[in-house]
T-cell receptor, first 112, second 114 residues
Framework: SQELEQSPQSLIVQEGKNLTINCTSSKTLYGLYWYKQKYGEGLIFLMMLQKGGEEKSHEKITAKLDEKKQQSSLHITASQPSHAGIYLCGADRGGTASKLTFGTGTRLQVTL | GAGVSQSPSNKVTEKGKDVELRCDPISGHTALYWYRQSLGQGLEFLIYFQGNSAPDKSGLPSDRFSAERTGGSVSTLTIQRTQQEDSAVYLC????????????FGDGTRLSIL
């Protein structure tokens, strides 16, 4: 089984709709990173969460790390075609970010 | 350039050949990472360099894989006697020194073994 489980695996939403992607860990998270990837490209860093209960926002994307630090959610408000891609969560197990363990990814499509 | 640069962007080679993949990290970043992304396995850690410390090679799948980082900057990932299961996208990332610094990724090298 994966250390980091993402749900859903894929998502199709209509432009303007809100959506949430979840990342659940089987172990305590010292740091949780959200990345976005488009086909044929590398990963784009979105946000990093460290403390339980922490919440960060960037433009229309908000990420939260729950109090027990074993689950994170990524919420997109009023989705746009530019939000389409694969969203990956990455976990730092030791606090040094020396090697991240990644989730399986969530593929997001935004229809017009 | 401002970001992590990887070359080549695509590489097709025959089974049994050796390949070298190159990564130029962001200037000033002391940490450098190699990952592999494939359909069946997702994104997997391979190796990590931090300054002059011994690299963490714990993710290398076999002794056919090796990596070097010369002068604390450019890194080369070498795969010897390639096999079909080596086909994947190889991603390089770099980060600044210090705790909880985000890793910044290059666009990867897509390796296809025939």
């Amino acid at each position: 089984s994966q250390e980091l489980e993402q749900s859903p695996q894929s998502l199709i939403v209509q432009e303007g709709k809100n959506l949430t992607i979840n990342c659940t860990s089987s172990k305590t998270l010292y740091g949780l990173y959200w990345y976005k990837q488009k086909y044929g490209e590398g990963l784009i860093f979105l946000m990093m969460l460290q403390k339980g209960g922490e919440e960060k926002s960037h433009e229309k994307i908000t990420a939260k790390l729950d109090e027990k630090k074993q689950q994170s959610s990524l919420h997109i408000t009023a989705s746009q075609p530019s939000h389409a891609g694969i969203y990956l969560c990455g976990a730092d197990r030791g606090g040094t970010a020396s090697k991240l363990t990644f989730g399986t990814g969530t593929r997001l499509q935004v229809t017009l | 350039g401002a970001g992590v640069s990887q070359s080549p962007s695509n590489k097709v080679t025959e089974k049994g050949k050796d390949v070298e993949l190159r990564c130029d990290p962001i200037s000033g970043h002391t940490a450098l990472y190699w990952y592999r992304q494939s359909l069946g396995q997702g994104l997997e850690f391979l190796i990590y360099f931090q300054g002059n410390s011994a690299p963490d090679k714990s993710g290398l799948p076999s002794d056919r894989f090796s990596a070097e980082r010369t002068g604390g900057s450019v890194s080369t990932l070498t795969i010897q006697r390639t096999q079909q299961e080596d086909s994947a996208v190889y991603l390089c990332a770099s980060s600044q020194q210090g705790l909880n610094q985000p890793q910044h990724f290059g666009d990867g090298t897509r390796l296809s073994i025939l």
